[in-house]
């Protein structure tokens, strides 16, 4: 889902902003150095926070190195959650915004609003209503609950949805 996100507003952005997103990072010897190189570059972090990021602890190195190499840009550091999602105390410094349409599209607009190049105005145009519509969406999805029609595999070896 953060892929969707990324890969709408970079075709939107058409060379003029730039969002990537963690999975992208090799995996190898070079993966901290290259982290650390993106994320010092980028002027927003945005954490997808889902369940599952409670297993892991790979947020709280991102967001420590861009509270690090970003002083006085705390607002910009965010946790995007499920609405229902008990976020941890250490991102609660951060802004917190529920992955809710409304909510998405605030974001949306003060992420693109504080951007270098200005394309809040051509995104919220009416003619591009669909272009925003799926960048609100994508937000949305990227923390949306697991989907609970996952085929079963009963003890009788039937599957069922």
Do not use: M
């Not at 953060?2 to 992208?24: D, E, I, M, V």
């Not at 949305?140 to 009963?154: E, G, K, T, W, Y």
Request: aromatic share 8%; hydrophobic share 40%; with cysteine.
């Amino acid at each position: 889902p953060a892929r969707n996100f990324a890969s709408t507003l970079n075709a939107f952005g058409k060379g003029r902003l730039t969002a990537t997103y963690s999975a992208q990072w090799p995996l190898d010897e070079t993966w901290q150095t290259t982290a650390g190189a993106s994320i010092a570059a980028t002027d927003w972090l945005i954490l997808v926070f889902c369940e599952r990021s409670l297993e892991r602890d790979w947020w709280l190195w991102e967001a420590g190195y861009f509270a690090a190499s970003h002083k006085g840009r705390v607002t910009r550091t965010v946790c995007l959650h499920h609405p229902d999602l008990h976020v941890p105390r250490p991102l609660r410094h951060w802004r917190t915004v529920p992955a809710t349409p409304s909510d998405s599209e605030q974001l949306l607009r003060d992420l693109l609003s504080a951007s270098p190049v200005l394309v809040e105005q051509t995104l919220f145009a009416d003619s591009n209503t669909k272009a925003r519509q799926l960048l609100i969406d994508s937000l949305v999805q990227c923390c949306a609950a697991p989907r609970s029609d996952a085929a079963i595999l009963d003890a009788s070896g039937a599957t069922s949805t």
